[in-house]
């Protein structure tokens, strides 16, 4: 067996990692003979909708990029293959590797860096939420005249009312406010034993909600919104964010029958997960056309990050998963389908990050995005409308002055960085990851009951000496394979000093301690704002919360002083 596996099956991955990575390469060359850049101008004179859209943003939770029909072959989604290959299918198209730093990036515009939640997510018991200062994307399109709707998980803080989906921009919501629950009681518990009742109504705890799916009960919600909404009138924005397909891994019985073939379990009822979130997006696509909406409408279809393979999903033949900023925890799942492109049914290899949703929706809706200030994204309706290069050059993926390992320091970082931070960037075909990137094993599809040993093995990094600073080229080398780092020390300084320059933008990071309060035996069993809005607010700024010690310690002075460098390399891009 062994042989077997050594022998035949290992060239085999390796092959499939080589022909995606040619794959790309076709890809981005027939991109680049298409035209040159585009500049501002060329943007600001991009052919635009008449009248502006009705937009649906569909997101998906944890969907790995091996987790749609036209990546798998286990995976069944032929609504969603069947919208991607007739609209703009996003090849080269990034998010972030957890739930709130995605969705804080779609919903701002800007990097983790510059809204302090740089570390990890927000959990039910912090005092913490989206920065109340900053315009969010549905508040910019109340402002062009939409009405704007949010269905489905929040995960952006809601330890104040000023916090909650209908104080951020949203006319309506009907969803869940923690970052997991269960799919049938709304469930919700931060540890083994501190749970509360999560679904809510607006500003209200809709407690008499419970009892079917969520997809379902989100696919309803959103079906009703279109069926009661003039689409003559006012445009409309809807931001789905469904739970799917997250764990727990609890669909109805019907939907894992067709997938009975399959031996392994969880990646079983994994599929018969996507397969409900593709009933959902037929369900919804049917209402825009039912109800008038269709013939002027965008619909965005994208996962918040990638996957994690011991419950299910499959981010093959990608390297990591979710919570990792290796390609397989953040290069993400996504298309556009409109009507209103005017080069359809293409493949896009443009490089986008989630942030650039915020201007390109913006710009849709009729705004001057040039006009607000402190935005990370850009633009990138005429790359996807018209094939146009994108304006993105490169993505700060993170700075995470918090998570730091043993490994490293600023010698490897040739003084200009020190290496023990987690962070990662890419420039142009460039990726650098500095400090501790999370778990780095491809891990091959789970479609057998058990894999023997030596499977894992094979591509299971062990041994060997520990690093801090990884270079890939991730457009000739998608997967991740071959670490350049000591070849291109040129390369590695010139990321390390945009990595600095970055940084001297970052505000200090804000993750509180729990709070005793939020404990929903103290608020009638259900996860609820429990600051009061007369209450001041605590300044937590410059400081940080280790959790597990009660202790609380300043940092981000000092760290700037120590990480910051005078040789400051040509930050040309590269």
């Known amino acids: 067996m062994s042989a077997l596996f050594g022998l035949q099956l290992f060239p085999r991955w390796m092959a499939l990692c080589l022909l995606f990575g040619l794959f790309l390469d076709l890809q981005t060359s027939a991109s680049s003979s298409s035209g040159v850049r585009s500049s501002r101008e060329d943007i600001a004179t991009a052919f635009r909708p008449k009248q502006p859209p009705h937009i649906i943003f569909i997101l998906t939770d944890d969907q790995g990029f091996n987790d749609i029909g036209y990546h798998s072959r286990d995976v069944r989604s032929p609504t969603l293959d069947k919208l991607a290959s007739e609209g703009v299918r996003l090849e080269n198209y ?154 727990p891994l609890n669909p109805p019985k019907e939907y894992i029958y067709p997938f009975r073939h399959m031996g392994n379990v969880p990646r079983r009822k994994y599929a018969a997960m996507v397969s409900i979130v593709d009933e959902a997006v037929r369900n919804i696509t049917y209402a825009l056309r039912k109800y008038g909406f269709y013939r002027n409408s965008v619909v965005i279809f994208s996962t918040d990050n990638g996957a994690q393979p011991l419950t299910g999903g499959s981010n093959w033949p990608l390297r990591g998963c979710k919570g990792t900023y290796w390609e397989g925890g953040i290069r993400g799942v996504g298309f556009v389908h409109s009507p209103l492109i005017r080069h359809r049914r293409r493949v896009s290899r443009a490089l986008i990050h989630i942030t650039d949703w915020y201007p390109t929706l913006v710009g849709l809706a009729g705004g001057n995005v040039s006009q607000y200030q402190g935005l990370d994204g850009f633009d990138v309706w005429p790359t996807i409308s018209e094939g146009k290069e994108s304006p ?125 309060r939020a404990n929903p035996s103290l608020n009638g069993g259900a996860w609820r704002p429990w600051v009061g809005e007369d209450e001041e607010e605590e300044n937590w700024d410059g400081i940080y919360y280790k959790r597990g010690k009660n202790r609380k310690r300043s940092f981000f002075k000092k760290f700037n002083l120590k990480i910051m460098s005078k040789q400051i390399l040509d930050s040309s891009v590269i």
């Open 94 to 247: 990034y998010v972030q590797p957890l739930c709130t730093p995605s969705r804080s990036q779609l919903i701002t515009g800007r990097y983790q860096i510059h809204t302090g939640l740089q570390h990890s997510i927000i959990r039910p018991r912090q005092p913490n939420c989206l920065p109340l200062d900053a315009v969010t994307l549905p508040q910019r399109l109340q402002e062009a005249g939409y009405s704007t709707h949010m269905v489905g998980k929040w995960h952006l803080g809601f330890y104040r009312k000023d916090c909650l989906p209908t104080r951020r921009g949203f006319h309506t919501y009907f969803g869940s406010l923690t970052g997991s629950v269960d799919y049938y009681t709304y469930g919700s518990c931060d540890g083994k034993s501190l749970c509360g009742f999560d679904l809510h109504e607006g500003e209200s705890v809709a407690w008499g909600r419970a009892g079917k799916y969520s997809t379902h009960l989100y696919t309803q919600r959103v079906r009703k919104i279109l069926a009661t909404h003039d689409s003559s009138s006012q445009p409309l924005f809807i931001f789905l964010s469904l739970q799917a397909v997250h764990t």
């Open 392 to 516: 993105r050059l490169e993505i700060l993926h993170n700075i995470d002055p918090l998570h730091r390992c043993s490994q490293g320091s600023i010698k490897e970082g040739y003084g200009l960085w020190d290496t023990t931070v987690q962070a990662a960037i890419r420039v142009g075909d460039w990726k650098l990851l500095t400090g501790d990137p999370g778990y780095g094993d491809w891990v091959p599809p789970q479609v057998l009951t058990n894999f023997p040993s030596s499977w894992w093995n094979l591509e299971r990094q062990t041994g060997g000496k520990r690093k801090s600073v990884w270079l890939f080229n991730v457009t000739g080398d998608p997967c991740e394979r071959h670490d350049l780092a000591v070849h291109r020390p040129d390369v590695v300084k010139e990321l390390l000093a945009r990595l600095v320059l970055y940084n001297r933008t970052a505000i200090p990071v804000r993750y509180p301690p729990d709070d005793t």
